[in-house]
């Protein structure tokens, strides 16, 4: 009985471990114009469901789930901004100017993009929502002349964020996106080999027990 107890306690310590977080770097090479993107780390449109385009801006607010609803264009190019490695870019358009909508493929704390701005002094606005569309944070951030790297972490855990009032005239374009995404809750697999070492030390334990 104790040892069909002991099994049992591991196996659920088993499915209750973290998994480490990790480090996603967006892949954009494969990216192609059009009114949304799907790359291997995220996916891209104007809009979520529940937002609507209006001008630079956006109004409405995301439904639940958090899912990505096309509108307008999407450009790629390729492009290097000198400050980080030539990769694909994305400008919402029209003008470069237009929303931008990213739905991470797990939660994250913290993103990383490269952007540009003709002239710096401009803000730009951030909306982060978690998987429910709930809206977990805003940000005002200042551009930098020239491009730059913006990076913005230690935030409440979210799953996608719209990007909008980009004023700048000449517009933006996004690249070499990252995201460090939340440790969530292991499968048995994962949690295999850590937990492998208690089975050996409580079998051990029974042995000596008889």
Known sequence: MFRSTFLFSVAALAACLPVAAATVNVDLSGATTGTSIAAPGASFAQTFAGQTVSGTGITGSPSSPLALQPAGTLLVQVFDPG??????????????????????DSDADSITFTSGSA??????????????????NSLTPTLNPNYAIYSFSGLPVFRGLTIFDDNDLAGLRFQNISYNAVA????????????????????????KKH
């Open 184 to 207: 969530g809750t292991a499968t048995p697999e994962p949690a295999y080999l850590p937990v492998a070492g208690l089975l050996l030390i409580g079998l051990r334990f029974l042995r």
């Open 83 to 104: 400050v980080s490695p030539a990769s694909n870019s994305i400008l919402s358009q029209p003008d470069n100017q237009g929303p931008l909508s990213i739905l991470l």
């Open 119 to 136: 002239d710096g002094g401009d803000s730009i606005s951030l909306r982060f929502f978690d998987a429910n569309g709930a809206l977990v």
